[in-house]
């Protein structure tokens, strides 16, 4: 499930979260997985999540059309926070106050283009209030 945000919300929401998940898809169509920490960098354009990344990392998710971060819950009663974007490799030097990156590795730049709050429901539970069968939540100012 994704639901479109505005992208002030989910800076916000981002916050709350230490590091993330990557999800790419190899050539080979099998999912490949990397932890990692993220920064939103405004480079005039919109606003984006930046990421060292390995160069295979980085050729998965430069290949396909959306890649997914996910955000994993900071206690066990908590909300994943699952974010829908696409991707592209800066070139060139890191921008202000980003960490040279090292050898072999790449830097991606992630543009949103969705999100929810998730997390598995109680047993009995019905529906959410956006007729989620899981307990999933849009991220909007209500949820910071």
């Known amino acids: 499930m994704s639901i479109p945000v505005e992208l002030p919300d989910l800076q916000a929401k981002t916050g709350e979260y ?3 998940f990557l999800l790419t898809v190899r050539p080979d169509a099998t999912p490949h997985l990397v932890s990692l920490s993220t920064l939103w960098h405004d480079d005039g354009a919109e606003p ?3 990421m060292s990344v390995s160069a295979g990392t980085a050729r998965n998710a430069t290949a396909g059309s959306v890649v997914t971060l996910c955000y ?3 206690d066990h009663d908590g909300y994943s926070l ?3 974007g696409a991707t592209s490799v800066h070139d060139g030097d890191p921008p ?6 090292p050898e072999g590795k790449a830097l991606l ?3 949103p283009t969705g999100a929810v709050l998730h997390r598995s429901a109680a047993p009995g539970f019905a529906n959410s209030a956006t007729g989620c069968a899981n307990d999933c939540l849009p991220v909007d100012a209500s949820t910071t």
């Open 109 to 111: 730049r992630f543009a």
């Open 82 to 84: 699952i974010v829908d």
């Open 72 to 74: 994993p819950p900071l």
């Open 48 to 50: 984006a999540l930046l």
């Open 18 to 20: 230490t590091w993330a």
């Open 96 to 101: 202000a106050g980003v960490d040279p990156i």
